[in-house]
């Protein structure tokens, strides 16, 4: 009889841990959904969820749609077409801003560059304070020191980003093989030479797969810093709905819609042509 037929008193009998820890890790998986659920019901009962509302919310949803249709810029066409220029360089500039500022920070915040923990630590905090701040946020401070526009915007990106772009370039370059780095080293070349020939080579495709996803994020997010003053269509799609012009507003979504995917489509094309075809899913 194979261990697969008997029976199970008699295996629970003949193995007694293994059945007392499957008991014990069923208990706390059914304990922590039980706390799961509690936690959600309560968090419902605070923010005042209401199904009524929420029904409500949705038939007022289906009637500003109905407004929507059909799209309409009117005579607006050709101001939105700059406004949507305005943000994809906003995305495209504080992206690139981000990533040439944070890449010698990066340097400075991996383990295999800079070992002392004393050096490295504050740099690490450093970049997770900026990162800890949402980009809205920064979008309002650079709005509140150099003014309205897209240089506020620009100066947002770029400051968010610092911080995401530090730490992920810090552990892709904690990351990479050392047999490159000793080889340097052992043929008598300086620290700097090292990651010159040896580190960065490996490193540069990666950072440029995330620099490129960022762009793409960034478009969306340029949209929404646009809304608080920092230009481009987001600042358009907000006046168009202060002043309920719903047609218009939906051919402001439609355009950005068609960007993102426009802009998502060429980076997944260069991350593979920079990366290879290796990196690609199957479809």
């Known amino acids: 009889m194979t261990p697969a037929t008997r029976d199970p008193k ?89 990533a040439v500022l944070a890449l010698p920070v990066s340097l400075l915040a991996a383990r295999n560059i800079i070992p002392s923990v004393f050096l490295r630590f504050p740099v690490r905090r450093f970049l997770d304070s900026i990162r800890g701040v949402d980009t809205l946020i920064w979008a309002l401070v650079w709005i509140n020191v150099v003014g309205l526009g897209p240089f506020a915007g620009v100066l947002a990106i770029a400051t968010s980003d610092f911080g995401a772009f530090g730490k992920l370039f810090s552990e892709a370059i904690e990351g990479a093989d050392r047999k490159q780095v000793e080889g340097i080293r052992a043929a008598g070349g300086s620290k700097l030479q090292e990651i010159r020939f040896g580190l960065m080579p490996q490193v540069l495709p990666v950072l440029a797969g995330q620099i490129l996803y960022f762009i793409e994020s960034n478009t969306r997010s340029a949209t929404i810093i646009g809304i608080v003053g920092a230009g481009g269509i987001g600042l358009q799609l907000a006046e168009q709905i202060r002043v309920l012009e719903w047609q218009k507003v939906s051919t402001l979504i439609l355009m950005i819609l068609a960007a993102v995917a426009v802009i998502d489509l060429i980076s997944s094309r260069l991350r593979f042509a920079i990366i290879g075809r290796a990196g690609e899913a199957p479809h």
Do not use: N
Request: with cysteine.
């Open 10 to 98: 008699e295996l629970a009998i003949q193995y007694p841990d293994l059945f007392r820890g499957s008991h014990t890790s069923r208990i706390k998986a059914l304990a922590v959904g039980l706390a799961a659920i509690a936690l959600f019901i309560f968090g419902c009962w605070y923010l005042e969820f209401s199904i009524d509302r929420l029904v409500t919310g949705f038939r007022q949803l289906g009637w500003f749609i109905t407004l929507m249709i059909p799209p309409d810029p009117g005579t607006s066409f050709p101001t939105y077409l700059v406004a949507m220029g305005e943000t994809l360089s906003i995305a495209f500039l504080g992206t690139l801003l981000a």
